[in-house]
């Protein structure tokens, strides 16, 4: 199911529940809510994401890549209903649109240098449970609640140079990975005021804490010295999955109608954020 495909249900089931909630809302405290949020998200520490590798002449060359996938700007679509003036319910829908990570890394040795881009597309649900203490105009509140990754995929693009028997060499690939549905951890906290009957403007601080789980890749582009080199691969070569386990035997014959096997690394996706966006009071 494509990215844009399961962001529309996002979007379309907000919508829905937000239209049955106003055909039973009355004016009030009480009365259900739309909310739209942007927040730029920083890294909630930094972590060991991911590895920049290159092997020449049996030799194998690695760089970390450390980070949050998390980091960038997220959208957010969200509607809300108070169950009193202090407790409320609100289901959002996030799309995280996460900034490339990039390292980069030479040796003299083979004249080598390289560098790896990584990024996160993602899709979550987040269920609150909110606390609110209103006035007429000014409302704090903290939200804490569930982050659902629904959708998850990482891509990443690589190039390296290298000089190996006095000719030089130029690889670029590019591959996409796939996480499965994590549930994890969300909290915001912060200040809303109300601008009209109908419309509130907020600013908050907000974060999540999860880790995306990638189970399998494939690589969609792999060229040396500007020649497509893909199709030539073996399916080991081209795709793997990830294992919590792995062993290695030397002497064991090599399959290579089947995927690679990586070993299992959960991807940080935790970030802090500050958040700015308006309420649509029903």
């Not at 909290?187 to 005021?193: E, Q, T």
């Not at 294992?243 to 299992?264: C, F, I, M």
């Amino acid at each position: 199911m494509s990215f844009f495909y399961r962001l529309f249900l996002a979007v379309f089931f907000c919508g829905l529940v937000a239209t049955q909630s106003r055909a039973q809302s009355q004016s009030g405290p009480t009365a259900p809510y739309l909310i739209f949020k942007t927040t730029y998200a920083f890294p909630a520490g930094s972590q060991k994401i991911n590895e920049a590798s290159t092997i020449v002449n049996n030799k194998t060359f690695t760089k970390g890549i450390y980070g949050s996938y998390g980091q960038g700007i997220n959208l957010s679509l969200g509607v809300g209903k108070m169950l009193n003036p202090t407790f409320g319910v609100e289901l959002d829908a996030q799309v995280m649109l996460g900034n490339a990570i990039t390292t980069t890394y030479a040796t003299d040795e083979f004249n080598l240098s390289g560098s790896q881009s990584d990024r996160v597309r993602s899709v979550l649900l987040k269920p609150f449970i909110v606390i609110r203490n209103s006035g007429d105009l000014l409302a704090i509140y903290t939200k804490l609640g569930l982050a659902i990754s629904t959708y998850g995929r990482r891509y990443e693009q690589e190039e390296v140079i290298y000089t190996f028997n006095g000719q030089t060499y130029q690889q670029i690939s590019e591959s996409t990975e796939t996480a499965n549905v994590k549930v994890g951890f969300a909290a915001c906290f912060g200040l809303s005021f109300r601008i009209a009957e109908s419309v509130s403007v907020f600013a908050e601080a907000n974060g999540q804490i999860m880790a995306l789980p990638f189970t399998k890749g494939h690589y969609t582009k792999y060229t040396e010295n500007g020649k497509d080199v893909l199709p030539s691969k073996s399916t080991s070569e081209q795709s793997w999955v990830y294992e919590r386990s792995t062993t290695s035997d030397p002497n064991a014959p090599a399959d290579d109608s089947r995927p690679g096997v990586r070993l299992y690394d959960p991807a940080y996706f935790s970030y802090m954020g500050i958040g700015v966006g308006f309420i649509y009071h029903f």
